[in-house]
């Protein structure tokens, strides 16, 4: 499945695109997991609340200026 | 830009102008920027001619970083005094951009060369981003560069990408639009130095500017006005007469010179940079020994947020005053009014309970409103059991520990936890390949099973998947079992904590004795301590409440219907009965703690929430608490596990060690039970 995300690996700090491979896990056919393909530690996927906040909040986070670092 | 004294706009070099600010690719020839771009833009591709040139420049409109940008794919170069037209299209894109974003792409292996382009984009007083990109062919040949330390000595992003791998976009995507000046300044000839000063003497005018022209760049001839270039024909041949070398080569050798020096500066950086707090938090946090204390100092934390305050206020909050007074009350009412039958509820402390009696003899469909009653609000009703465990007592607590673990995911304390027990391991001549796995654990245990299949042997392998199964609850569940221990005393949860602790560590013995030879090493590559970002966190945990819902909760309500049919059919008190000897006399705990063992089959957080209302309602004291959480603890984590524990290691063998699994969980509660009774201990 091509999966247009990109993901941040919280362990091993790897940025990937794409959920390579989602759950092996036998309870549930699509589980929200996403793997990360290099250390294999796995993490939930931004779920359907924050793609509908995500929408929400799209046209006010517009306006916010990129920050110096 | 600084040289408009001098430059008269060339008059056919600008890209369309209007829309989004750009966001220029520069970099030298074969470096990936090609395939970056395909990856920042995806779609909606222009290819032009640069004005007055065969030159294709490519370009797309794309959000970067959250923001509208035009990127632009410049030609390969090498420099900024060009040497062919391509040279001379990119260097003149870079000069008529002013205010975008630049990022310079490198090759990581190639860091000399890529410097070298860095230090002329500096001395041209552009603000830009470093990616070093083919990272992963770096690494291969062991010629990985430190981004964080060069980005500390540039003082600019940079960023380590492979486009290839796509390792790092995201990050090559934050960090593009926010470029900085670089803190670097090359130091020329001192002939040099004294014309560059005389060039730009009553002109306000970067070094950049100033070196080409010393090195005699003819392409730049139409930025300077006709009248000016007399005066720097003349400046350029008075400082060529004291230098011995052409001048070209006279700066191109100071760059050299200064990129080495900047290698130099960027290894020794990492070194020096160590005083700094958070590397010195993120050093003593991987140390064997030091990072125990971190550990410990980090489950206190977790114990105290988690344990008594998600625990503690958030279910009081809904569970005490609005499940009980309000949802329940609400349904026991609705069901009672839709189907009638004679029965009167529990009432305590004013509040409508599910339990009741009177409801004998019943007609036939008294009896069929009495079995939908029940369904829902029964004894092991949806909403009466199921939705009052899921809502009111585990999600605050999940909730709360999310928030925690986002927390722990988003400082980068992970992977050094994980480095920080191997070594730990391998100082006690146990096995430090089990490590990842069990860190890998905390996210789902499922998953970390299946990561088995990564270890050499058989016996690795099963040693992993019994310690995952054992030690290792998965962050929901970690969640809920903190939330027991929050009303305890500190020894409780010291007690509680020592034996799953000295679980991991007989199974990592085993582990030793039956997989001998040197463990090996698994790579981690370390981010650097990072403040959590409360946007990240609570995307995190909304997704992971999410995903918790979603999955726990149906196999809540499955459990509950379970238990409603047992109920129904009188075998939960059969199973009681038979399960009384080992649970009444052997681990000290009341009959119906039967329940939260059976529902701990399908998720031990389920039955870990049966206990915690057990607690809740006043019917386990402290003893009792601490046995059943460490039975409950030590249990297969979850029905998925245990099929995926079948299928990896074939049915004989999955059964031994669910077998094991149960043996071992029950026969160290019944221990400690025999125990804190023989020593009299109440543990309040
Ligand atoms: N191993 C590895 N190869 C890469 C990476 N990025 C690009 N490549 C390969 O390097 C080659 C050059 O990539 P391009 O994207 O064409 O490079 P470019 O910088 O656009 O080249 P010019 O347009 O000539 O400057 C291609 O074969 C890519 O597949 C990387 O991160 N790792
Ligand atoms: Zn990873
Ligand atoms: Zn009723």
């Known amino acids: ?69 | 830009m600084s040289q408009l004294a001098l430059q008269r706009c060339h008059p056919t070099a600008e890209l369309p102008t209007g829309g989004p600010r750009k966001l220029l690719l520069i970099g030298n020839p074969n470096v990936g920027k090609s395939l970056l771009f395909g990856f920042l833009t995806k779609r909606y591709v222009t290819v032009s001619n640069y004005p007055g040139t065969t030159v294709e420049i490519t370009s797309a409109k794309a959000t970067i970083g959250g923001e509208q940008r035009l990127v632009v794919d410049t030609p390969g170069t090498n420099g900024l005094i060009p040497q062919s037209d391509d040279e001379r299209v990119a260097r003149d894109i870079l000069l008529n951009s002013p205010g975008a974003d630049v990022v310079q792409v490198g090759d990581m292996s190639n860091i000399r060369r890529t410097l070298l382009l860095s230090l002329q984009i500096a001395e041209y007083g552009v603000p830009f981003t470093l990616c070093l990109n083919m990272s992963d062919e770096a690494r291969e040949r062991n010629s990985e560069v430190d981004a964080t330390a060069l980005s500390e000595t540039l003082g600019i992003p940079v960023v380590a990408t492979s486009a290839l791998r796509r390792w790092n976009l995201e990050r090559l995507k934050r960090e593009a639009v926010r470029p900085a000046l670089a803190r670097v300044t090359t130091q020329y000839p001192e002939a040099i130095e004294e014309g560059i000063a005389e060039i730009s003497r009553g002109e306000e005018l970067t070094r950049g500017f100033a070196l080409a022209i010393l090195a005699g760049d003819e392409t730049l001839t139409p930025f300077i006005a006709e009248e000016k270039r007399p005066r720097l024909d003349a400046i350029r041949q008075e400082v060529q007469r004291k230098v011995r070398l052409p001048l070209s080569v006279a700066i191109a050798n100071a760059r050299v010179a200064a990129v080495d020096k900047l290698l130099g500066e960027a290894s020794t950086q990492k070194a020096a940079s160590r005083s700094n707090f958070r590397d010195w938090l993120g050093g003593i946090s991987m140390h064997p020994i030091w990072g125990v204390p971190v550990l410990a100092f980090v489950l206190y934390v977790a114990w105290w947020f988690v344990g008594k305050f998600g625990a503690g206020q958030m279910v009081d909050l809904l569970e005490s005053k609005i499940f009980e007074q309000h949802v329940n009350v609400w349904t026991i009412q609705l069901l009672d009014f839709l189907a009638r039958f004679p029965h009167q509820h529990a009432i305590e402390e004013k509040l409508i309970r599910a339990a009741y009696t009177g409801a004998a003899g019943l007609t036939f469909t008294q009896q069929v409103a009495k079995f939908f009653h029940d369904i829902v609000v029964g004894p092991y009703g949806i909403v009466t059991m199921a939705l009052t465990y899921a809502i009111a007592i585990v999600l605050p607590v999940v909730i709360t520990f999310f928030f925690f673990f986002g927390v722990l995911e988003d400082s980068g304390y992970l992977p050094r936890l994980a480095v920080m027990l191997n070594r730990l391991f391998r100082k006690m001549g146990l096995n430090g390949k089990a490590v990842l796995p069990m860190v890998l654990g905390l996210g789902c245990d499922t998953m970390a099973t299946l990561t088995t299949r990564i270890l050499e042997t058989k016996k690795e392998a099963t040693i992993v998947t019994i310690l995952l199964a054992l030690g290792v609850p998965c962050s929901a569940q970690l969640g809920v079992i903190m939330a027991m221990l929050g009303p305890l005393s500190f020894t409780a949860v010291a007690i509680w904590l020592s034996v799953i602790v000295g679980t991991i560590f007989l199974v990592g013995y085993l582990a030793a004795k039956v997989v001998p030879g040197e463990a090996g090493d698994f790579i981690l590559e370390i981010p650097p301590i990072r403040i959590p970002r409360l946007s990240n966190i609570t995307i995190k945990v909304l997704a992971r409440t999410e995903w918790y819902l979603k999955e726990a909760v149906p196999l809540f309500i499955i459990g509950t219907l379970l238990l409603y049919v047992l109920d129904a059919t009188q075998m939960l008190s059969r199973i009681q009965q038979i399960m009384s000897p080992l649970v009444v006399a052997g681990l000290g705990l009341p009959a119906e703690a039967s329940n939260a063992f059976l529902i701990g089959f399908l998720r031990r957080d389920y039955g870990a929430a049966g206990l915690f209302a057990m607690q809740r309602a006043g019917q386990l004291n402290a003893v009792q608490t601490v046995v059943s959480l460490t039975v409950i603890t030590l249990f297969i984590p979850c029905i998925a596990n245990l099929l995926v524990i079948l299928k990896e290691r074939g049915t004989r063998m999955g059964l031994a060690i669910a077998g094991f699994i149960i043996v071992y969980s029950f026969g160290i509660g019944v221990v400690m039970n025999v125990v804190f009774k023989a020593f009299k201990v109440t543990l309040s």
């Open chain 1, 1 to 69: 499945m091509i999966d247009e995300h990109q993901y941040d690996c919280p362990l091993c700090g790897l940025d990937f695109f794409g959920a390579t491979c989602h759950s092996a896990c036998p309870m549930s056919g699509d589980c929200a997991m996403v793997r990360c393909p290099r250390c294999g530690y796995e993490f939930v996927q931004e779920g359907s609340i924050v793609a509908m906040l995500r929408r929400f909040t799209a046209p006010w986070r517009k306006h916010d200026s990129p920050g110096h670092r």
